[in-house]
């Protein structure tokens, strides 16, 4: 996730009043995307979840433990 200003090959959505911006061809690989604001004993921040499968080794975290 990151700020940005939409690009012609941008989806632009409005969701209660927060703007949301994704490359179209992403959209049409993932499909649904859900975005979650969640607080955990880590911290806080927010969860993308999506039809794609994660990346190998991955687990959404940006420890090396993972």
């Known amino acids: 996730m990151a700020l940005d ?3 012609n ?4 959505f409005d969701e209660k009043g927060t703007k949301f911006i994704i490359n179209k061809d992403l959209l049409n690989q993932a499909k ?3 975005v979650d604001f ?3 004993a880590r911290g806080s921040g927010f969860k993308l979840t999506s039809s794609l499968a994660p990346a190998e080794g991955g687990c959404g975290s940006s420890c090396s433990s993972c």
């Open 9 to 12: 090959e941008d989806e632009v």
């Open 5 to 7: 200003e939409p690009k």
């Open 32 to 34: 649904q995307i859900n």
């Open 38 to 40: 969640i607080e955990t």
